[in-house]
């Protein structure tokens, strides 16, 4: 039964074979070939998840026992980013069935992405996640380019050449935590750091390297310049599923380097690296903020509003208890719902109406309803509006801030609320107050499974919020284990 | 001091060539450049951890040979690492080619030029 954890990660990279075998038949089939793998993929993770949240699952890969060999490790937080991605990307197949990119090399990359993000979320070894970093890396530059014309491409050069960047860094922290202790295992060297002492600095320099390694992947500000144009130059689709997940995924792995392996005692004995995160959050609160108001374009509007969002999650990052994490977790999965459906619905406005800059969407409301009646749940969903789930993990954050005594931070996520309004204010004020100026809207481009989608995204938003009380008690053991 | 350097060397060839590579990656308008900086980059990288399995008059991990023994797992850490960097490269010479054929031009200044406004 535990092979299953195994198995998580082979299952999307073997589907990913089959769809470009596929492709060599016959033309067009990478999308039922996707569907099926995903479809097994939730089922998996949702065993895998039911199991985890009881006890943590090891297991260790080819027979090589830990801390030699690689372990894999299901907790109730890798669980929670497996059932994510799982979901996640099964949704996204229906919205892009008719939307496309429908090339079975596109599936191929595809399930290539998350097989890679499943690697991510539930390795144990530090080594082995680099591995799975770049495949991530690799799939969604790949994923970014399946766009048309130069502009994606581009866009998707400069994803990888920053992101490579990024990758390298995490991976010469790597190499300065094994110098120091000579092992690659997460608990193996969360024990062997502590035995080579917090202040050493190799193992101060290995933890800013790895950390500001992820924050290049997970885009905190000023890091993050590779984000806007990736999520802008790629396909709705792209955008939408990378949106959802890359950063939530890299995210996840800064929790682990974090806590796992350099545990709370090394933030408490090392002050500075605390307010290194801590002045990562802000600036990337502020500044995601303050540049989303400024764009034209409405899909890198949502894509600084991404790097504002994940300052929150990181944040949490810097408070360290357990309050804190709940938030961090729940908004994670709630972002990740939130923005792959806002990424969605501005792919379905477009494809209907060609309304691609927040100036066309006046008067969305009247001509296209569902698309404007779901961006707004979505917006303001995302502003923190009770009792949707963007409310409930700024609120886990926020009351984490306080029992910190944090009280700048306070002070940051409570005017972050201010800033989502004001960016998502001046979008909404031209969707439902002003009147139509005269263009288009051929609804019957719009599949069913591309409504369906947006639909069942803005409705999980809500849902989640009222599910999501619950969840932070399941995840309360996890996360008390993850900061002992 | 310089007999400090002198005696590791190896780490500081290292760290020069991620020095030089990240300025490549930086300074130079051309892209096929960048991408040659970044692999010089990475290279450093690739070098600092087999550097650090150096181990002073030992011979290599073999059970027919005497003990003490170099550290095999940074090569193989490394190889892993090569096959990453190569198929990075790879994707990256693909999207140059698009590129190319898009605009014209691999100059990154003239590139901005060709751009509609965005």
Partial sequence: ???????????????????????????????????????????????????????????????FSA????????????????????????????????AGPRTNAFYAVYLLLVGGLTGMSITGDVFNMYVFL????????????????????????????????????????????????????????????????????????????????????VAVFPLHAWQPDAYAGAPDSVSAFISALVSTVAAYALIRIVYTVFTVE?????????????????????????????????????????????????GAVALANETAMIGATIHLVGHAVMKGGLFLTV??????????????????????PLGAGVFGVLALSMVGVPPAVGFVGKWYVVLGAVEAEAWPLVVVILASTMLTLAYFARVLERIFFRDPDGGRVDVSRLSIGMQVTVVVAALAAVALGMLAFEYGQMLQPTVAELLA | MIE??????????????????????????????????????????????????????????LLTASAPYVSPLPHVLILTAIVVGVSLTAVALGLIVRINDAYGTLREGEIQEVIPDE
């Fill in chain 1, 1 to 63: 039964m535990s092979d299953l954890a195994a198995l998580i990660v082979a299952f999307p990279m073997l589907f990913s074979v089959v769809a470009l075998l596929a492709g060599l038949v016959r033309q067009e089939t990478g999308w039922p070939v996707a569907v099926v793998g995903m479809a097994v993929q939730v089922l998996v993770a949702a065993a895998l998840a039911n199991r985890a949240f009881e006890e943590t699952i090891r297991y260790v890969v080819g027979g």
């Fill in chain 1, 266 to 314: 090394f933030l408490q004995a090392n002050p500075v690296a605390q307010t290194l995160l801590a002045a990562g959050a802000v600036v990337s609160i502020v500044f995601g903020s303050v540049l989303a108001v400024s764009q034209n374009e409405i899909k890198r509007t949502l894509a600084y509003s991404s790097v504002s969002q994940f300052g929150i999650v990181v």
């Fill in chain 1, 134 to 217: 770049e495949i991530t890396g690799l799939a969604a530059y790949a994923l970014v380019a399946s766009g048309d014309g130069g502009r994606s491409a581009l866009a998707a050069l400069k994803y990888l050449i920053v992101g490579t960047i990024g990758a390298s860094l995490f991976l010469l922290g790597i190499g300065y935590a094994y110098i120091a202790t000579g092992t690659l295992n997460m608990v193996d060297l969360s024990q062997q750091l502590a035995e080579v002492g917090y202040t050493d600095p190799l193992v101060q320099a290995s933890f800013a390297l790895l950390v500001v390694g992820l924050f290049v992947k």
């Fill in chain 1, 67 to 98: 801390p030699y060999g690689i372990e894999l490790v299901v907790d109730g937080l890798s669980a929670t980013m497996v059932l994510l991605v799982a979901v996640i990307s099964l949704a996204v197949l229906a919205y892009s069935r008719v």
């Fill in chain 1, 347 to 368: 792919g379905l406005i477009a494809t209907a109406s060609g309304a691609r800059a927040v100036d066309d969407y006046e008067g969305l409301i009247q001509q296209l």
């Fill in chain 2, 4 to 61: 400090f350097l002198a005696s590791r060397s190896y780490f500081l060839v290292a760290f020069l060539l991620t020095g030089i590579g990240t300025y490549m990656l930086i300074g130079n308008a051309n892209l096929i450049k960048k991408i040659i900086g970044m692999n010089v980059f990475q290279t450093g990288i690739f070098l600092f951890f087999i550097a650090s399995a150096f181990v002073e008059g030992a011979s290599p991990p």
